[in-house]
């Protein structure tokens, strides 16, 4: 997106945030506004929530009727022929005073608002209507609306849900969900306008009130609450979207306000702001950052990571005064537990070794470092996750050592010694060997908690995975003739997968050439190629959407790149498109050390009709290194190694050199009868001419060779 654009969507942020804080706050439906008929202050406007609640926004009532209460019929005018509606609190008890206050209450049972035809503040004792509106005829109150299935067809990465209902302004429930959870940076995703997209969009939180990585679903029914400053009248479209990818998984449009009549959110609906901070270092490269402010005796410190879950990132200050050193070491352990819950736990470095609870070795909690003593001093303040993949972990801890033996001062005069690393969390949810990144203890980083004010740059915006160590070997395909190839989808393998052979993030799919996942391909220039192609033909299914290419490319996904990105790129052939075949499977592939035995649990689902059809002639002049790719998503196929001779060249080449030996030994044959029987040059000239035939004849057979 160059400069001008940007600063127009900058600019259409600012006004739709102005406009949505200027519109008004929705309470339902009106049913209307008090009229005060006494001299006992009675206002207040009133809406239905539901079919059995009403709010009464800026209610008041002096509370001097010996026997008032809010009051109801179903027909006529205020009188005695009426109910009670319990107040605020359920209860069917006199009416205390009021003071421009908004209260919620529910009808009694068996009554509805649409029957009702008054409202009242009503005195039984003297049959005395304080105030009252009339409810308008024909009302429909405000109910949950269904928008109906979510999920394309096929799915996209398993994706379903039997119905998204708009419960009120604030929650929806997902009903029935299914997704297999392997995309990689897929969120709870809203925004305005139908159509998603990374730009003016944004994610929203699980179930648990975690704005992570959503995990896999099988069948659940959740709600989902929308933060603070957002409603569903801010958006236009809800679903799962990976934005790594800029893939949507499925979602369902949003009506407009006026078309819409549903519940408002509680009145007790709402979030707290995310800290901003004066100060921040970055630790590793566009995958780890700490920021920090002083607030009193205490520092508020954020962990900015691009931790996948099962991991922790971990900061504190060094077990020397001295230099960076791990054993002594006082830190905060960050991490998202396997309840996709924030947690930020106070660590004492005993030792180079997990933590034994036995006796409080090596790297524990300071709760398991010392039962008497030890507290865990790190108060978890918030969590989130960016749309680039990062996760935010903010935690307040004392500037003083609260624990004599495990805590370690934050002084604010000058720099101190810190260290920091990343690894795994072991199932009992504490550090496991920091085999990611860690601070090395030649790296003697200072940071002056005291200084004015520092940033860093953006994070997450380049960063890859580490390749496994025991990921699957996929042998190469190498076709030095014409061939045919079936190309398909399927699941990536995750980390022992596409991410160990790419050393790249994967989307959770990747291309299958001949029943093998992303395959080396070995091809030989002058030579035409076939590749059936089943990636998927309806691009309104934009998740099962995958033109298959040729390009010099190593990321693909052209139909992404802007015009600017596009400029350097070949396409050497495509993109073509074919009904969908894919190889899916319920299996970890974690749990495989092969891609054969992984590949045993697959199974492969194929829309109808027949594949598409590319024939592609290798260039002369390509280059030695192509890549086969999706048209439509990035990260999804792999190299083609592009040749003029292999070994089954060399194999042919060494045929013809043979046949010219015996044709050299036929020769010298005729030149031994030339000197044996020296009257017979006539038969000697025959042989002679025959030899000359016969090279005559192999060269014109290669030559064909090389044409065909």
């Known amino acids: 997106m160059d400069l001008a654009n940007r600063r127009l969507v900058v600019i259409l942020l600012v006004l739709y945030n102005v406009v949505s804080l200027c519109r008004a706050q929705y309470h339902g439906k009106l049913v209307g506004t008090f009229t005060d008929k006494s001299t006992h202050d009675i206002a207040g406007t009133v809406y239905a929530e539901d079919e059995t609640t009403l709010r009464i926004i800026g209610f008041r009532y002096d509370g001097a009727g010996p026997d008032a209460f809010i009051w109801a019929g179903e027909s006529g005018v205020p009188s005695d022929d009426g109910f009670i509606i319990p107040e605020e609190e359920g209860r069917t008890v006199k009416l205390e005073a009021y003071d421009n206050v908004n209260i919620s209450v529910t009808l009694p049972a068996g009554k509805t608002v649409s029957s009702l035809a008054w409202i009242s503040v009503w005195c039984r004792q003297f049959a005395a209507n304080f105030g009252d509106l009339t409810v308008p005829a024909n009302f429909i109150a405000p109910a949950p609306l269904d928008l109906g299935a979510l999920g394309f067809t096929p799915r996209v990465h398993n994706t379903y849900a039997s119905a998204v209902i708009i419960l009120n302004a604030k929650q929806i429930r997902v009903e029935n969900l299914v997704y297999d959870g392997q995309g990689p940076r897929a969120y709870f995703w809203v925004g305005p306008g139908g159509t998603p997209n990374n730009d003016g969009d944004y994610e929203i939180p699980d179930e648990t009130g975690s704005t992570g990585v ?99 990132a971990a900061f504190g200050l060094s077990g020397s005064p001295t230099g960076t050193l791990m054993v002594g070491g006082d830190v905060v352990v960050t991490f998202i537990d396997n309840m996709k819950a924030p947690q930020a736990v106070d660590y004492y470095l005993q030792g180079q070794a997990q933590c034994s609870p036995q006796n409080g070795g090596g790297a524990c909690p300071d709760t398991i470092s010392s039962a008497q003593d030890g507290n865990n001093n790190a108060e978890l303040v918030e969590s989130y996750y960016e749309e680039n993949g990062v996760t935010n972990i903010v935690y307040r801890r004392p500037l003083a050592a609260s624990d004599a033996t495990y805590d370690k001062a934050f002084t604010t005069d000058g720099p101190i010694y810190v260290i920091w690393a990343r690894g795994p969390i072991n199932g009992d949810g504490r550090v496991a060997y920091h085999n990611v990144r860690r601070s090395l203890k030649s790296s003697n980083l200072q940071i002056d908690f005291g200084r004015p004010n520092s940033t860093c740059p953006p994070l997450g915006q380049n960063a890859t995975v580490p390749p496994a160590t025991d990921g699957w070997v996929i042998p190469g395909i190498e076709e030095l003739e014409t061939a045919t190839f079936t190309v398909e989808m399927g699941l990536s393998g995750g980390s022992k997968g596409y991410e160990y052979i790419t050393g790249r993030v994967g989307w959770g799919i990747a291309w299958f050439i001949n029943g093998q996942l992303i395959p080396e391909l070995t091809l030989r220039r002058n030579v035409t190629y076939t590749f059936l192609v089943s990636g998927g033909d309806d691009p309104v299914a934009s998740g099962n959407y995958h033109p298959f290419y040729i390009t010099d490319d190593v990321n693909g996904g052209y139909a992404q790149l802007t015009e600017a990105e596009r400029q350097g790129i070949t396409i050497y052939a495509g993109p073509n498109e074919g009904p969908l075949c894919q190889y899916m499977s319920s299996a970890d592939p974690n749990s495989y050390s092969t891609f054969e035995d992984y590949k045993t649990t697959l199974t492969k689902d194929c829309a109808p009709g027949d594949p598409g059809v590319l024939e592609w002639t290798v260039p002369l002049d390509a280059p030695d290194l192509l890549y086969y790719q999706c048209y439509t998503h990035r990260f999804l196929g792999w190299k083609i190694h592009v040749t003029d001779n292999a070994t089954t060249v060399t194999d042919s080449a060494t045929t013809v050199t043979d046949s010219a030996t015996t044709v050299t030994d036929s020769a010298t044959t005729v030149t031994d009868s030339a000197t044996t029987v020296t009257d017979s040059a006539t038969n000697v000239t025959d042989s002679a001419t025959t030899v000359s035939l016969s090279v005559f004849n192999i060269v014109l057979l290669y030559l064909l060779y090389l044409i065909l």
Do not use: K
């Open 214 to 312: 959503i995990n896999p679903y099988n069948g659940e029914t959740i709600t989902l609450t929308f933060p603070e400053g957002t409603d569903i009248f801010d958006i236009g479209h809800f679903g799962l979207w990976c934005i790594r990818f800029t893939q949507d998984f499925g979602h369902v449009d949003i009506p407009s306000q006026g078309e819409l009549n549903i519940p408002p959110a509680p009145l007790t609906a709402g979030g707290s702001t995310r800290l901003t901070f004066p100060n921040c270092e970055t630790l590793v490269e566009d995958e780890l950052q700490v920021s920090w402010m002083i607030n009193g005796t205490d520092i508020v410190i954020r962990l900015s990571s691009t931790n996948d879950t099962g991991d922790y």
